[in-house]
């Protein structure tokens, strides 16, 4: 008796549910593998590097069982360990690799978002905020400048520069996008293309008004130089998870599906208004509700400092070796410690900012998903009730040969239920939150910088009663010199590089 095969439609479910938990799986390993839900891949990175074992973090962000399995975050994550590790060389590649990826991404958003409506939002390539995404650019640039590549070091800072300059899509805040154009025109300064850098400064100074940096816009004469240092502290706030039920009209899920970024907006604050003080707006409507596995930016900043950060010189040592309180040169009397003049920009707010502003989109596929999950197990479901049905059904006693085709109907809808049923629990258990982030980046950037007689000066950087050298800088007459230092949560030392030179470590 030749046997029946199933029909297209079953067998396209088996082969769907396959897909998805292949997929899924995917989606979920990204997801895993972000943050505190699951393997501490970032958490460890940043623990070699709040220790100092730098070659400890290399060597971690290289290992594809603990770097991010997103090529773009890779990458990112490689860029920064790779100027603390002093791989120069491969920093440099891995930054530039990342504003490739990031660009390209930025033009293609919409890829994988079918995917991501019936497993996580960790189903989307990574795309960068405004902010993150600057920082390529940024980490970029010090890199060229440790490796004396002032060329190099100029095209990252048109690239920062091309960032800022854009007037389309979501902007970061003003203090931070102010700060980033001064470090472009430290960038553009320290390559020796004053007139780009003063373009920047004055972008700079549109923004900042009267809490601009001193001695950025007039070069320093034959006498004198500029020292400038970037001092990054802590480290950036990133997603942790949640698990939080919402409730919700049909009306309010159109409105976080649409295009409307104010009422988006409103709307998820009405949500989370309602989730917190347990009420509803009217008792007469009716409201579905959803529990939610939700990434969210929790209150407190981790680890961050609160201490006045900022850089000082010396510059006054007396002949005999005993302190001087002033020191002359020609007819201009300085002090013996000159203290920078400082800004400082938060990263931190930033990210955050952009987090926020991308909210409403992840609560309206989230709910997406649990209205797919809801539909698929009701499917599933019938699809058994439908089965039962059919093989309760008398046969006539001229259809005997019809046999067989109830049987392949019975046998299909317990197929279609099993597949429906599969895609459902899937989903379930793949929809975790999307803690993706550049962790390494810091809390707070602050530019601190000294005009100081040309001439060999030791150089600190100071948080509240803590000074840490940086080291002996030499002045040359008419120039920029750029350094920078990382204040690790707990501990400090000296991770970067003075432009033109290799890492300063005392």
């Known amino acids: 008796m030749r046997r029946r095969r199933p029909t297209r439609g079953a067998r396209g479910v088996v082969v769907a549910a396959l897909l998805l938990l292949g997929t899924g799986c995917a989606a979920a390993t990204h997801s895993l593998r972000a943050g505190p839900a699951g393997i501490p891949a970032e958490r460890e990175i940043r623990q070699h590097l709040v220790a100092q074992r730098y070659d400890a973090a290399w060597s971690a962000v290289r290992d594809k069982k603990l770097a991010p399995s997103d090529a ?244 006054g040592p007396r002949a005999d070796g005993d302190a001087a309180t002033t020191y002359r040169v020609g007819f201009v009397e300085y002090p013996s410690v000159l203290e920078a003049s400082t800004l400082s920009l938060s990263v931190s707010d930033a990210v955050r900012e952009d987090f926020e502003r991308d909210q409403p989109g992840r609560l309206a596929r989230a709910i997406a998903r649990a209205a797919v999950r809801e539909a698929a197990f009701n499917g599933a479901s019938k699809a058994f009730e439908n089965a039962g049905d059919a093989a309760k059904d008398d046969d006539d006693d001229d259809e005997k040969k019809k046999k067989g085709d109830k049987g392949w109907k019975v046998a299909g809808n317990i197929l279609l239920g099993i597949g429906l049923l599969a895609a459902g629990t899937s989903s379930a258990l793949l929809d975790q939150p999307d803690l993706r982030a550049w962790q390494v ?43 920078t230092h990382r204040w690790w949560p707990g501990g400090s030392r000296v991770v970067a590089a003075e432009s033109g030179a290799a890492a300063v470590r005392p």
């Open 72 to 315: 773009l975050l890779r990458h990112m994550y490689k860029g920064v360990v790779a100027l603390h590790a002093g791989e120069l060389a491969t920093g440099a590649k891995a930054m530039d690799r990342a504003w490739q990826i990031a660009y390209d991404r930025w033009t293609k958003r919409v890829g994988d978002a079918a995917l991501s409506m019936v497993t996580s939002d960790a189903a989307l390539p990574y795309t960068p905020g405004p902010a993150e995404r600057m920082f390529i650019p940024y980490y970029g640039g010090l890199t060229w400048l440790a490796r004396n590549e002032r060329e190099s070091a100029a095209v990252e800072a048109r690239r920062l520069s091309t960032l800022l300059a854009s007037e389309s899509g979501p902007r970061p805040p003003d203090d931070f996008r102010a700060g980033m154009r001064y470090v472009a025109g430290v960038m553009y300064e320290a390559a020796g293309e004053r007139n780009d850098a003063e373009v920047s400064f004055r972008n700079a100074g549109a923004i900042l008004g009267a809490r601009g940096l001193a001695l950025d816009t007039l070069p320093p004469d034959a006498g004198y130089g500029d020292v400038v240092v970037l001092i990054e502290d802590g480290f950036v706030i990133h997603p942790e998870p949640q698990s939080l039920t919402f409730w919700f009209t049909d009306d309010e899920l159109s409105f976080l599906s649409g295009d409307r970024d104010d009422r988006r907006h409103e709307t998820v604050s009405t949500l989370r208004r309602r989730r917190h003080d347990g009420s509803r707006a009217d008792w007469n409507t009716v409201y579905r509700s959803v529990t939610l596995n939700w990434p969210t930016m929790l209150g407190e900043f981790h680890a961050r400092e609160t201490e006045a950060v900022g850089a000082r010189a010396i510059v």
């Open 441 to 483: 980046l810091p809390d707070r950037v602050t530019i601190a910088r000294l005009r100081l007689p040309v001439g060999e000066h030791p150089i600190e950087v100071t948080r509240g009663g803590e000074a840490v050298s940086l080291g002996t800088v030499t002045v040359q007459p008419g120039s920029v010199t750029v350094l």
